[in-house]
């Protein structure tokens, strides 16, 4: 379980997030929705020991984020927002520079077959003449290397087509089910929100996400 | 460690072709301004006027003694044509063997066997007097008795409207010279000079060297730059080891890689330069190498973009060089304040030092940054 407990966090004078708390449950697939700029990359951030709250604490399991950063760090699969690959390499190539620096060991196997399932056929391909979504894929299965149990996923889908998007959301939507990790994703997509989400929260002053998912009859909680 | 090599070695197998021209540059750059040097300084030879007015074997054997010296390049000519291109400065000095030379030698007759000219722009007269001073004792042979050379100096002035005549009236006639025991002294104690000048030249390769190796060392830590800048870095911050443990790692493997090729420059510089090297040396380029990694990896973190990183490396590596006196060492701000090359790592390396202020300095920094502030939310 994942506790979020009254988090606070401004960038200078500009308070982003105020009192924030909730709860994840295992194997629970949880949507972050809110207009540009609301501070849904802030919160994945927070929840990723990227930057440190100025109040408020986040416990996963009986792990503390401020005592046991390194076994919380062992657990997180962060998929950022802006595409984090090495540009000169081939997709083969990023595998294993982050593979080495992991906390565990894969076989080029498991990492071409990690790629796969994330609906990305090539490896020796330089990553510079990738396509945007095919780059976006990569960004995904570089974070999924090291098994991670908290899924934060910001905007990964961006780009990706329709097909491989939805074959990527039931892989991860399984891995919560099956496996039983916490996945928890920002999108501007509705319609992926409604098929995969568990439960919404909605970040930020305009009630229009609120009102929108509602509509469909999702729940959704205001943070 | 090991995870660190393989993952660099991925970049580097990208980059090896900028990698091996950044390794080779100081060698390279070094060689070619020593041989530009050494070729500059074989061209700057100095011009000297010779009139010979005595047609006996003695005087010929002496302008032969004067054409083969070392660094002079002789103008024999008519004792007018020489005074009037002292005048305009294209000869440094000017010596007539005068007339009834080998006879004074001979009946040892003190005055006259020589006569000198210089201008207020002579540079060169006192060591090639003296060269010449030694060939006529050479030539006083087998009678030791005490001897002068007397040698008549024109000082010219630098108003070109002077007439000869005029010259010649108001120039003063050289003091005596001193005993010719003495001045084959000071001869002696001339040349010894000139070896501790080619022994200084020697290590001023060093010096270049070191220069040259200051400023790829900084060009080659931009890495530090790119990769705290890129997204990546998000990624990096989430490793088992720190971010900040990412960078010293490859700093390590930078610094390891950069001391590899020092040893090898090493190696070739004292083969082209004929000079062993002795173990402090050793020890000397590797407190270099240490310092030099650690002031281009801490500076590197001060900065945001490499372009700035760049503009600033390279006053920093001239003020380096400059106040090392790896570069200019004779009048050097180095010989008006001592205190000052102390601050400089060329110096440390040029005097084959192994402790400088600034390793202690950078180390303190260091320690300060590995455990300041920021280390866990990298
Ligand atoms: N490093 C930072 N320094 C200062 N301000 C920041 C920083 N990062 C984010 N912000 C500000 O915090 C606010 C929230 O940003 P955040 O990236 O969390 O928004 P978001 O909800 O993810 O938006 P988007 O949908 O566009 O991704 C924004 O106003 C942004 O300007
Ligand atoms: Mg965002």
């Known amino acids: 379980m994942l506790k979020v407990d009254s988090l606070a966090k401004h960038y200078g004078l500009k308070q982003i997030l105020e009192d924030v708390s909730f709860q994840v449950e295992q194997g629970e697939v949880v949507g972050l929705v809110g207009e540009n700029g ?13 930057t440190a709250p ?66 990305l056929d090539e490896w020796k391909t330089k990553t510079k003449s990738l396509s945007g979504g095919m780059k976006r894929k990569l960004n995904i299965a570089i974070s999924l290397i090291h098994d991670p149990a908290i899924l ?11 097909k491989s998007r939805r074959e990527i959301g039931t892989y991860l939507y399984n891995l919560a089910k099956k496996q039983g990790k916490i996945v928890i994703y920002t999108s501007h997509d509705m319609e992926e929100i409604v098929t995969y989400c568990d439960r919404v929260y909605c970040i930020g002053q305009d009630p229009f996400y609120q009102e929108l998912l509602e509509e469909k009859g999702i729940l959704v909680q205001k943070l | 460690m090991k995870q660190i090599f393989s993952t660099r070695w991925l970049h580097w197998r990208k980059q090896w072709l900028s990698l091996i021209i950044w390794l080779l540059l100081p060698i390279i750059a070094t060689l070619m301004v020593v041989t530009i040097a050494n070729q500059w300084q074989e061209e700057t030879v100095i011009p000297i006027g010779l009139v010979v007015e005595d047609d006996t074997t003695m005087a010929n054997d002496l302008v032969q003694a004067i054409y083969d010296t070392e660094l002079i390049r002789v103008h024999q000519m008519e004792r007018e044509q020489a005074l009037t291109e002292l005048e305009q400065h294209e000869l440094d000095s000017v010596f007539v063997i ?4 080998m006879d004074k030698i001979k ?47 024109t000082h010219y002035n630098t108003k070109p409207t002077w007439t000869w005549n005029e010259i010649v009236a108001t120039s003063n006639q050289i003091k005596q010279e001193e005993a010719l025991l003495d001045t084959d002294f000071s001869f002696n104690q001339q040349a010894k000079q000139h070896q501790e000048n080619k022994a200084l030249s020697l290590w001023n390769v060093w010096g270049i060297w070191s220069v040259f190796a200051f400023l790829t060392t900084f060009f080659l830590f931009d890495w530090v730059i790119k990769e705290k800048q890129s997204a990546i870095k998000v990624r990096l911050s989430l490793l088992p080891i ?18 590899l090729s020092d040893l090898i420059n090493m190696s070739l510089l004292s083969l082209y330069t004929g000079q062993t090297i002795d173990r402090n040396q050793v020890l000397a380029i590797i407190v270099f190498r240490f310092t030099i990694c650690l002031g281009a990896f801490l500076i590197a973190q001060c900065f945001q973009t490499s372009f700035y990183y760049y503009v600033s490396v390279l006053p920093l590596t001239l003020i380096m060089a400059v106040i090392g006196g790896a570069i200019i060492p ?49």
């Open chain 1, 38 to 50: 609301a501070g849904k990359s802030t919160l994945l951030h927070l929840l990723a020991t990227l």
């Open chain 1, 54 to 119: 100025e109040t408020g604490s986040i416990a996963y399991q009986d792990l503390n984020y401020q005592k046991n950063i390194r076994e919380i760090r062992k657990k997180i699969g962060f998929i950022p927002q802006d595409i984090a690959i090495w540009e000169d390499f081939s997709v083969k190539e990023n595998m294993v520079f982050f593979e080495q620096l992991s906390w565990v060991k894969k076989s080029e196997q498991e990492l071409r077959q990690l790629c796969q399932d994330m609906k």
């Open chain 1, 152 to 162: 934060l996923l910001d905007e990964p889908t961006v780009g990706i087509d329709l």
């Open chain 2, 98 to 101: 005068e007339q009834g030379y």
């Open chain 2, 107 to 153: 009946t040892n007759d003190r005055k006259k066997v020589i006569t000198a000219y210089v201008s207020d722009m002579s540079i060169a007269y006192t060591p090639v007097k003296e060269a010449i001073a030694s060939y006529v004792q050479q030539d006083a042979g087998a009678s030791r008795a005490a001897y002068t050379l007397d040698a008549m100096a």
């Open chain 2, 242 to 259: 720190s971010f900040k443990g990412y960078l010293v790692r490859n700093g390590l493997l930078y610094g390891g890689l950069l001391l």
């Open chain 2, 330 to 378: 004779i009048d050097g701000l180095p010989n008006k304040w001592a205190w000052i090359s102390y601050f400089s790592p060329m110096q440390q390396l040029v005097k084959s030092d192994s402790l400088t202020v600034w390793s202690i300095i950078l180390l303190v920094v260091f320690f300060i940054w590995y455990w300041g502030k920021g280390e866990k939310h990298a």
